[in-house]
């Protein structure tokens, strides 16, 4: 199946800095999602973004399909951004992948 | 955010005895999806639905069962729970795009 791996593993920050996260994957998909996960577990959609790119507030995501990538950008960091971010994509008829994620922290 | 229900919220079992858990929508959404979340490995994906009595496995399917009868309700079924099945269980519901999460149900097999 396809492969989906994410880096860095672990992400420690100062508040107000800037942060890159990414996501590669191995093959060609026709979904790409990026998810945050709070520290009480709750899981929230922040982008469907199989390709191009998109902006919310302080976060904006790109996904390069035909180099298979997808970058999340998180600026002005806040405590509040702390948490686990994932990438998922679905390569064919609803079966979807998960990465391990991405640990942030950010620290006032 | 879409209404997704899971039930039970926690549960603490024996092994070997069956386990049944909800999810339960009101987005009317074509698929759902039933992933594990363990230490270290994120979320896996046990099964999925892409409409009613149309189900197909997912990554760690072994031993577990879903059933989807109505469009608002996929239930995941461990017949003989064992400790390997300790973890915390999610639903997602989406209409081909966008997933949306449930709030999880810690399972705990004895």
């Known amino acids: 199946g396809i492969q989906v791996e994410q880096s860095p593993p672990d992400l420690i920050l100062q508040e107000g800095a800037n942060s890159t996260l990414r996501c590669n994957f191995s093959d060609s998909v026709n979904n790409l999602q990026w998810f945050h996960q709070n520290p009480w577990g709750q899981l929230i959609n922040l982008f469907y973004?199989?390709?191009g790119t998109k902006q919310n507030g302080r976060l904006s995501a790109t996904t390069v399909a035909t180099e298979r990538y997808s970058l999340l950008y998180i600026s002005s960091s806040q405590t509040t951004d702390s948490g686990v971010y994932f990438c998922?994509?679905?390569?064919?008829?609803?079966?979807?992948?998960f990465g391990d994620g991405t640990t942030l922290t950010v620290k006032p | 955010d879409a209404g997704i229900t899971q039930s039970p919220r926690h549960k603490v079992t024996e092994t070997g005895t069956p386990v049944t858990l909800r999810c339960h929508q009101t987005e009317n959404h074509r698929y759902m999806y039933w992933y594990r979340q363990d230490p270290g490995h994120g979320l896996r994906l046990i099964h999925y639905s892409y409409g009613v009595k149309d189900t197909d496995k997912g990554e760690v399917s072994d031993g577990y069962s879903v059933s989807r009868s109505k469009t608002e309700d996929f239930l995941l079924t461990l017949e003989s729970a064992t400790s390997s099945q300790t973890s915390v269980y999610f639903c997602?519901?989406?209409?081909?795009?966008?997933?949306?999460f449930g709030p999880g149900t810690r399972l705990l097999v004895l």
């Open positions: 998922a994509v679905i390569a064919n008829a609803g079966k979807s992948t």
């Open positions: 973004i199989p390709s």
């Open positions: 997602a519901t989406g209409g081909g795009e966008t997933q949306y």
